[in-house]
């Protein structure tokens, strides 16, 4: 019963993912920074009630690495806004999912974690899941790959910190530094590059905070529930929602090559996710 409802959590996790990432599609002409602004301050609302009505102190105990992981987070989160410009919802929201990778690869040089050798093979196909997409995809912008590898090296980077973080601070203490940094971080950068929103321009820019939050929410809550070997893989799901609504929404075309790159990536990092978690058992 436990695993049923530790799934629900993350499908409804990963479709308020999936909608938050084709709103960002949907807000194409409006600037990164801007996007960053709203979807961070939306957001606010959420954690800043949390920590006050549950009277957890606002500054946290690790305010050094809580700084840095907010930097390094709206760092990697502009970086991938900015990639949806350029690069079809699906593809750029899979290739954002090697940040487990670079997490893996970072944790080995500067945690001195070990990583089992079926791991690098599963590592390996990912990459080369990228290598097809760029190799054989010609419709594929090599400005946004960049863009969204960058943003998946330094999500790479989060997860890194935040193991760091540990037990030390409470989850939504760390969420709270994320946003409020990332709106501080967007409204500076947002100055010289604002677009007067339209109509339901403002509502969606509203909504992506709201997504957002109970997208980490409901996470949180399936993680909680069951076995991470048995609720991690689920969270890809959200790559099969947002291609599913770029498709009917934005007309995207995938070709083979995109589709089989997409698999790659996702099946090997649900492979490694499962292997990960069968050897610490």
């Known amino acids: 019963m436990a695993v049923k409802k530790a799934i629900k959590y993350m499908l409804i996790s990963t479709l308020a993912f999936a909608c938050m990432n084709v709103t960002v599609k949907y807000l194409e002409h409006v600037s990164a920074y801007q996007i960053v602004f709203f979807r961070s301050a939306s957001s606010l609302f959420f954690t800043f009630g949390f920590l ?52 893996g690869i970072f944790a080995v040089i500067f945690m001195k974690e070990k990583i089992w050798p079926l791991q690098w093979l599963f590592f390996i196909m990912a990459f080369l899941g990228v290598l097809i997409l760029k190799g054989l995809d010609t419709e594929l912008n090599t400005y946004g790959l960049i863009l969204v590898l960058l943003a998946s090296v330094t999500s790479g980077l989060v997860y890194i910190i935040i193991s760091k973080i540990g037990k030390g601070d409470h989850p939504v203490v760390v969420v709270n530094y994320f946003m409020v940094i990332a709106t501080l971080t967007g409204g500076i950068l947002s100055i010289n590059n604002w677009v007067n929103p339209k109509g339901m321009e403002w509502l969606l820019l509203f909504s992506l905070g709201v997504f ?12 909680q529930t069951g076995k991470t070997n048995q609720v991690a893989p689920v969270k890809y799901v959200e790559v099969i929602f947002t291609v599913l609504l770029g498709l009917l929404l934005f007309n995207e075309i995938y070709s083979f090559w995109s589709l089989l790159g997409i698999a790659l990536i996702i099946g090997a990092l649900i492979l490694n996710v499962v292997y990960k978690a069968r050897k610490s058992a």
């Not at 709206?74 to 593809?91: Q, R």
């Open 52 to 103: 006050l009505k549950n009277k957890i102190p606002l500054l946290g105990n690790n305010k050094k690495l809580l700084v840095i992981r907010g930097l390094v987070g709206v760092t990697s989160m502009t970086l991938f806004f900015m990639s949806t410009k350029y690069l079809s919802i699906g593809t750029a929201v899979s290739l954002r999912y090697l940040a487990p990778i670079f997490a």
């Open 212 to 223: 957002g939050y109970f997208g980490q929410v409901y996470m949180t809550k399936a993680f």
